[in-house]
């Protein structure tokens, strides 16, 4: 049995990651902002700020895997992405570390690769090609976490999330959707799956177009995705255009984040 931590809790894939996973583990706890959630009667709900060392440590004493969500899930001002996804992955990665954590899964990102060519196939191993402050965010978390995990044992799992949502919703998702039933069938193989040491993979459905090779997620966490974005390619006409690289927008000079 393992007790849990999410941080991010109440965000999209958090949401939908405690649903998936209702009674899976034997403690759950939520880290969260000021955010109301709606916890069931099993899960233990912590308020807390991600630049709260002392409560984040606290919040991990007697868990066993933390999987941080928080951030800002998008391109954002320089000083943002600095205060939550590298200060507040700081603070989770050595709050775990304080407090006897086995484990941490950590949501990475494909905008870690998103400059790559949409005619080139990218696997774990290739080098970062970060496409945003956000990619970049995002490449710190995995060294950070190789960091831990070579220095002091704590073993890390990062997940280069594709594009979560329940359909895909253009036509580079068809590439890169992560359906909400691989999400979550994703997330419980990083948390169960025994003595993964340091480890990276793609979080990606079983996509016809897809650019990732992901064999690596199979072999070592067990997790084989079963959907395909092609059962909804009908959505897009052939007339769409097509993504010139991984990140699509994240990737052009004038994206600031979807609303800036
Ligand atoms: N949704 C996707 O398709 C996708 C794709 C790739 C990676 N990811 C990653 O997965 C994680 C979750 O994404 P999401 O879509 O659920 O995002 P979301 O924006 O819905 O949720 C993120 C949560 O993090 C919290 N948060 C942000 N900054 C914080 C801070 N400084 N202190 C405390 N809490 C803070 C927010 O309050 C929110 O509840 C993120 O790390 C994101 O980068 C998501």
Same mark, same amino acid.
């Given at each position: 049995?393992?007790?849990v931590? /999410?941080t991010?809790a109440?965000?999209?894939?958090g949401? #939908?990651?405690?649903?998936?996973?209702?009674g899976?583990f034997?403690?759950?706890?939520?880290?969260?902002?000021e955010?109301?959630?709606d916890?069931?009667?099993t +899960? +233990? &709900?912590v308020v $807390?700020?991600?630049?709260? =060392?002392?409560a984040?440590?606290?919040?991990?004493r007697?868990?066993?895997?933390?999987?941080?969500?928080?951030a800002?899930?998008?391109?954002?001002?320089?000083e !943002?992405i600095? *205060?939550?996804?590298? !200060?507040?992955?700081y603070?989770?990665f050595?709050a775990?570390r304080?407090?006897? &954590?086995?484990r941490?899964?950590?949501a990475?990102?494909?905008?870690?690769i998103?400059?790559y060519?949409?005619? +080139?196939?990218v696997?774990?191993?290739?080098p970062?090609?970060?496409d945003?402050y /956000? $990619? @970049?965010?995002k490449v710190?978390?995995e060294?950070?976490?190789?960091? /831990?995990?070579d220095?002091?044992?704590?073993e @890390?799992?990062? =997940?280069?999330?594709?594009?979560f949502?329940?359909?895909?919703?253009d036509f580079?998702? =068809?590439?890169?959707?992560?359906?909400?039933? !691989?999400? &979550?069938?994703?997330?419980?193989c990083?948390v169960? *799956?025994?003595e &993964?040491? /340091?480890?990276t #993979?793609?979080g990606v459905?079983?996509?016809?177009?897809g650019?990732w090779?992901?064999?690596e997620a199979?072999a070592s966490?067990?997790? @084989?995705?079963r959907?395909? *974005? +092609?059962?909804?390619?009908?959505?897009?006409?052939?007339? !769409?255009p097509?993504?010139?690289v991984h990140?699509?927008q994240?990737a052009d000079?004038?994206?600031r $984040?979807v609303?800036r």
């Amino acid at each position: 049995m393992t007790s849990v931590l /999410y941080t991010g809790a109440a965000g999209r894939l958090g949401t #939908v990651l405690r649903t998936g996973l209702a009674g899976q583990f034997d403690r759950v706890v939520l880290y969260v902002r000021e955010e109301a959630i709606d916890a069931d009667a099993t +899960e +233990e &709900v912590v308020v $807390g700020r991600l630049d709260d =060392l002392a409560a984040l440590t606290e919040a991990m004493r007697g868990v066993d895997v933390v999987v941080h969500l928080a951030a800002i899930a998008d391109e954002a001002p320089w000083e !943002d992405i600095l *205060a939550s996804n590298i !200060d507040g992955t700081y603070a989770v990665f050595e709050a775990a570390r304080r407090a006897g &954590v086995r484990r941490v899964v950590y949501a990475s990102s494909h905008h870690v690769i998103g400059f790559y060519p949409a005619t +080139e196939r990218v696997g774990p191993a290739h080098p970062v090609r970060p496409d945003s402050y /956000y $990619g @970049v965010s995002k490449v710190f978390g995995e060294a950070l976490g190789r960091l /831990y995990h070579d220095k002091w044992g704590l073993e @890390v799992v990062n =997940l280069r999330i594709g594009c979560f949502r329940p359909e895909p919703e253009d036509f580079r998702q =068809l590439s890169a959707w992560l359906s909400h039933r !691989d999400g &979550v069938e994703l997330v419980r193989c990083a948390v169960v *799956a025994p003595e &993964v040491g /340091y480890l990276t #993979v793609y979080g990606v459905s079983a996509n016809t177009r897809g650019w990732w090779d992901n064999d690596e997620a199979a072999a070592s966490i067990g997790y @084989v995705a079963r959907d395909d *974005a +092609e059962a909804h390619a009908e959505l897009f006409s052939a007339d !769409d255009p097509a993504p010139s690289v991984h990140g699509g927008q994240f990737a052009d000079p004038s994206y600031r $984040g979807v609303g800036r």
